[in-house]
Structure formats: C-alpha cells, structure tokens
C-alpha cells in the first residue's frame, strides 16, 4: 500500500482526521474537476433546517479509472457521505466513503 | 487512521487479485506471475506500486528512510524548506514551489505525484509522459553523448542508451537550481546529475534505480529504487497544475 488514496495535493492538515463523520444529503453541484472532483450537497440538521456542504473526493483521472464520469452523479441524487471536516468550518468533507444513490458504495479509487 | 487505510487498499488489492487471477496463485510473488519482458520496450502507461509486504511509508515524498547527507551550502538552503511530505500541511504551511507557484516539478521531484507516466520509443528518442501537468521528457538515444553545458532546463536534458535487453539507463544534466529534489526540500545546485535505471523485470513490473549526484549539494550520490506496475488499460489523463491547485486555500479557511 503506500500509494495513501488520502494524499491531497493540497494537504490534509486543515481537516481533522481523527474522526469520521456521516451525513446524508441530496446534490446540488457536481464538479468533476481537476485537482480534486466537487461535491456540493444540502443537508438537513438536528432543526430541520437545509445545509449546504462541500466535500471533495480524489483526481478526476483517478475516479475516471475507477469507472467515474462526470455524470455519475447529478443535482438531486441521495447521497450519503462519511468523512473527515475541516477544522475549522463543519460543512467542508473529505470524504473517503460515499453511498450513491442506489444505496450501493461508489468505488473511489483506481485499482 | 493508517491501518484503516491499509486495511482498504489491501481489501481493493485483493479484489483486483481475485477478478484477473486463478485463486491457486494469489500467494505466489507476483513477479512470477507476469510474461517476460519484451526486449527494449518499455512502452506503456505505468503507476507506482511498492512490492507486497515491503514497507515503505516514505515513497509519497522522499527517497530512503534516512535523510541524504547534505553539504554545508545545501543545509542552509534545507533550512529554508517548508515540507509537504506526508498529507500533512495546508499550502500556508508549505512553500514547496511545485504546490505554492506551479513550477514543474523537475526529476526526480515528478515521481512524487501520485499519477502514472507512460512510455513511448520512436526511432532517435523515447518520450516520457506524466499524467502530473502534462510533463514531458525527451530522452535522446541516437547515440549523441550526454551534454557538456548545457542551458538550464526545469526537467533537464537526456540521453538514454539499452544496457542488456531490459534495462533503459537515462542520464539527464541540465536542470535550473529551483526545483526540489523531494517533497521535505532537499535541495540540489545546477550541477545535479540523475541517473535512472529502468529494469524492465518482467513484462508487468518495472524497478526504478535512481541516483541523484551533486557534487555542490550532496556529500555522496543519493541512491533509491522505486517499483512499477504495467496498467495495461489505463489512459494517461489530464492534471493541470492551473489556477485551480492554487485555489485550494478556499477549503482552509
């Protein structure tokens, strides 16, 4: 192993790694960018009230060899994501598990 | 958290083990698996792999678990470094100028990405490409010797000769002094040397001998091998080193 699927290019330092969160959301944006593919989804709270999420995932050359295009997923698909925040804003997500909108786990990384 | 992600890449290793071999096989070393090296041909997309059961954690961003041995005017350059080794840093933290200012990433520096680079022979030089920015080397092997003084470039210049059947050796000099020779900053002057040593194993596995020599940098040549693995069906794909890496001090807020 040593190819650490996790390694951002930019860092993972402003997220806390120490604990994995989960939300399930419904998709507002889907960026399939370099460097890092973008999800934008909204989330309702513990109040009932709508947030808005970001989250990224890895290089979209890597999804795209895990069989990713940029139609995978699309505004209004339920999605649930587990991940780490940011430090310092708890709507931002790396996510490293994502259950797409036939219940089914998307694969996230290259084989 | 590491040992999560082990468990996961081990899980999916295994998963890509069971989908295109006899389960009889799945134990035996996989460098027994493979057909044998075509003779001079390296041709093909190929991605960083360490060998099953090594361990070694440093391959993200430097050459050997000890540090090289710097000369005085390199450890004073060292000291200016902000590392981006290991995930850990946000690009406030770090300067490494591949990541803060998209300079070319310059060699050895290009095999710290964690994207695959392909092979291509023509008659009078072979091409590699890396997927990382759209990086190009131009490997001469129309037997021209290596340059005397050359201008100073962000990948260098190459020549490559076929040592044996299976092993391509590539000479590059003429690098600029701006570029890293890892992700913790070592450094190196204008008068590095790269020699890389690609030793076609079998037809899936490539070993990477790396020896970096600068006399004005490092006490003694700096030596590393990096594995491979042949991807038969990828695609090199696009990563621009635009404004968009750049952008990223969005998500650190």
């Given amino acids: ?111 | 958290m590491l040992a999560t992600i082990a468990a996961l890449c081990l899980a999916n290793a295994l998963r890509g083990q069971t989908a295109t071999q006899p389960a009889a096989q799945n134990n035996a070393p996989a460098k027994t698996q493979s057909a044998p090296a075509p003779a001079h041909d390296l041709t093909g997309v190929w991605m960083m792999r360490n060998p099953p059961g090594s361990n070694r954690g440093f391959t993200n961003y430097t050459f050997t678990k000890d540090p090289p041995e710097l000369t005085p005017w390199a450890e004073e350059k060292f000291k200016q470094a902000r590392a981006s080794n290991g995930g850990e840093f946000t690009l406030k933290t770090t300067n490494d100028p591949v990541l803060t200012k998209c300079d070319p990433p310059g060699v050895p520096r290009v095999y710290f990405h964690p994207y695959p680079f392909e092979f291509v022979h023509t008659p009078k030089y072979t091409l590699m490409l890396y997927e990382y920015d759209h990086m190009v080397r131009r490997i001469y092997t129309d037997g021209r010797p290596i340059a005397k003084d050359p201008d100073p470039l962000w990948m260098g210049t190459s020549v490559g000769h076929w040592e044996g059947d299976s092993t391509f050796v590539v000479d590059t000099v003429g690098f600029n002094d701006k570029t890293w020779l890892d992700r913790l900053g070592h450094p190196h002057s204008d008068q590095l040397h790269v020699i890389e040593r690609f030793h076609r194993v079998n037809f899936d596995h490539l070993e990477l001998d790396i020896t970096m020599d600068d006399p004005k940098a490092l006490v003694k040549p700096w030596t590393t091998t990096f594995y491979y693995e042949l991807r038969p069906n990828w695609e090199l794909g696009e990563i621009s080193c635009s404004g968009d890496y750049l952008d990223f001090s969005n998500f650190e807020k």
Avoid: C
């Avoid at chain 1, 989804?41 to 060899?65: C, H, I």
């Avoid at chain 1, 804003?89 to 994502?98: C, E």
């Fill in chain 1, 1 to 111: 192993m040593l190819s650490r699927p996790f390694f951002a290019h930019h860092g993972t330092a402003a997220y806390d790694t120490s604990k994995v969160v989960t939300v399930k959301g419904t998709m507002a944006d889907f960026r399939f960018v370099n460097p890092h593919v973008q999800l934008y989804f909204d989330v309702k709270n513990e109040k009932g009230e709508t947030e808005r999420w970001q989250a990224e995932l890895t290089a979209p050359n890597k999804l795209s060899r895990a069989g990713w295009d940029k139609h995978t997923l699309k505004t209004g698909d339920s999605i649930t994501a587990s991940g780490y925040v940011s430090k310092n804003d708890a709507r931002t997500m790396w996510i490293n598990k994502l259950i797409g909108p036939d219940g089914q786990p998307l694969q996230l990384f290259e084989q």
